[in-house]
């Protein structure tokens, strides 16, 4: 069984950072890509980093590009999201998933076992 944590969500103003963690246990967790996705309400969940088993390869939605930052501790099982130049449309649950492998795919379907979430809300 895998469990995935997360912390570090929070209110900030516009223009301010956070930095997202995931904590993971259970199976080996450098041999697998990661992701983060966010969901604000009534929309749907979207993808918005990821990176491959080694951290070698990262991905980013174009919407936050340049501001976030995706990185791995495969030695404290743990991935991050660095979060700058925050907007009010960043505002939404951000989640932490799994990829059952080690290369880099975008879409939700791809991921298996998800975190419960930590609330990200961005003021203006």
């Known amino acids: 069984q895998v469990q995935l944590v997360e912390s570090g969500g929070g209110l900030v103003q516009a223009g301010g950072s956070l930095r997202l963690s995931c904590a993971a246990s259970g199976r080996t967790f450098s041999s697998y890509a990661m992701g983060w996705f966010r969901q604000a309400p009534g929309k749907e969940r979207e993808s918005v980093a990821a990176i491959s088993w080694s951290g070698g390869s990262t991905y980013y939605a174009d919407s936050v590009k340049g501001r976030f930052t995706i990185s791995r501790d495969n030695a404290k099982d743990t991935v991050y999201l660095q979060m700058n130049s925050l907007k009010p449309e960043d505002t939404a649950v951000y989640y932490c998933?799994?990829?059952?492998?080690?290369?880099?795919?975008?879409?939700?379907?791809?991921?298996?076992?998800w975190g419960q979430g930590t609330q990200v809300s961005v003021t203006s």
């Open positions: 998933a799994r990829r059952p492998g080690g290369s880099i795919r975008v879409g939700a379907p791809e991921y298996d076992y």
